[in-house]
């Protein structure tokens, strides 16, 4: 009996055990079913007036970047960065020794080939006087003659050398090829300088223009604005005076260079380099115009771009084509996804397993 009693209780503390294992197991499937609501946001298309803004920067429209045209050691840097300088002016000169030691040699050179050239002009002279009186013959003045031209010939290359000589050493001072603010100095007095190493540059500061590129998927809307700012680095927007477009695209970047000369008065205190944003306005004509998403509810994974599209109560991945970002105005998007359509406001969380819109989130709770 007192066995039996005993098996039994035992066979109940199993059942039991089991019971509350049973109860855990099935709270935490409850707590893994459980939906993760992720907002969701409407798919609206861009501004209707067709607003396209850019980035840009501010460069000189005559800027020169001034180069060694020979080899030898930097003696001197005549300018720092900031200096005005005129045309003309030197800037940097660099160890002539080497190029006034040619420029000796020709010298003597043509000195040489002059004095062949006197002697056979007075030889072949002689000849001529002396065939008129029959002491030699047509054959000895043909000579004569043919030496006086060939020494003629050894004259000019002599003075062409000598030309190159001069021009030589004439590169061992590099001098400003307008009057030019200096933008930066590249080397010290006491550097290697060879051919095509840059030296300093120079830029006019009387004439500026804002230079962007243009996205080809954006260049109709460029090409047809009715109004084009240019928003300076101190807040002030100008329009451009002339504008000009580079008639090839970026092969990588798919852009296109545009440039837009800068009004007189908007000059005073730019600088090459300051960014300047380049504002677009078409004519709102009723041409398309992308959807403009927030830059988390794209998806990019390698050649991937895609946004979580709310189909029913689930998300569902779609590819999409995106073109440029506008940073914290968003990502314009040509394909793949329509007005009205309703997308992750966070792609990252709508891919986990448990991710549900909201809406539909909501809806599941109202009916329990």
Not at 340 to 368: C, F, M, N
């Amino acid at each position: 009996m007192g066995i039996k009693l005993s098996a039994f209780l035992k066979t109940v503390g199993q059942r039991r055990t089991l019971g509350a294992l049973a109860a855990v197991i099935g709270l935490c499937g409850a707590v893994v079913a459980a939906p993760l609501p992720v907002p969701t946001l409407e798919a609206q298309p861009g501004d209707a007036g067709g607003v396209l803004v850019l980035d840009g920067a501010v460069q000189a429209v005559r800027q020169s970047t001034l180069a060694a045209q020979v080899a030898g050691s930097v003696t001197s840097l005549a300018v720092r960065a900031g200096d005005r300088v005129k045309g003309g002016q030197v800037v940097a000169r660099i160890d002539d020794r080497d190029a006034q030691a040619a420029l000796l040699r020709a010298q003597a050179g043509v000195a040489e080939a002059q004095a062949q050239w006197r002697n056979a002009e007075l030889t072949s002279k002689r000849n001529r006087e002396l065939r008129a009186q029959g002491f030699i013959s047509q054959a000895a003045l043909d000579v004569a003659d043919t030496q006086t031209q060939a020494a003629q010939a050894s004259l000019k290359q002599a003075q062409a050398g000598l030309t190159q000589a001069t021009l030589a050493h004439g590169f061992t001072t590099i001098t400003a090829p307008f009057d030019a603010l200096v933008l930066a100095t590249l080397v010290e007095a006491g550097d290697l300088a060879t051919p095509g190493r840059p030296v300093a540059t120079v830029y006019a500061p009387g004439a500026m223009r804002a230079v962007v590129q243009v996205p080809s998927s954006r260049a109709a809307l460029a090409r047809e604005a009715r109004q084009v700012q240019v928003a300076l680095p101190d807040g002030r927007s100008v329009e451009p005076t002339a504008l000009t477009v580079l008639p090839g695209a970026d092969p990588v970047s798919q852009t296109v260079e545009w440039r837009l000369d800068l009004p007189k008065d908007a000059l005073p205190g730019l600088l090459p380099g300051q960014t300047v944003r380049v504002r677009f306005t078409a004519a709102g004509n009723g041409a398309a115009t992308p959807i403009v998403v927030p830059s988390a509810t794209v998806l990019r994974r390698g050649k991937l771009t895609a946004v979580y599209v709310v189909q029913g109560e689930r998300f569902v991945l779609r590819a999409v084509r995106a073109g440029v970002g506008h940073g914290a105005s968003g990502v314009d998007i040509h394909a793949g996804l329509k007005p009205g359509e309703r997308i992750a406001a966070d792609a990252v969380k709508a891919g986990l397993a448990d991710a549900v819109p909201q809406i539909a989130a909501a809806a599941s709770v109202a009916t329990r």
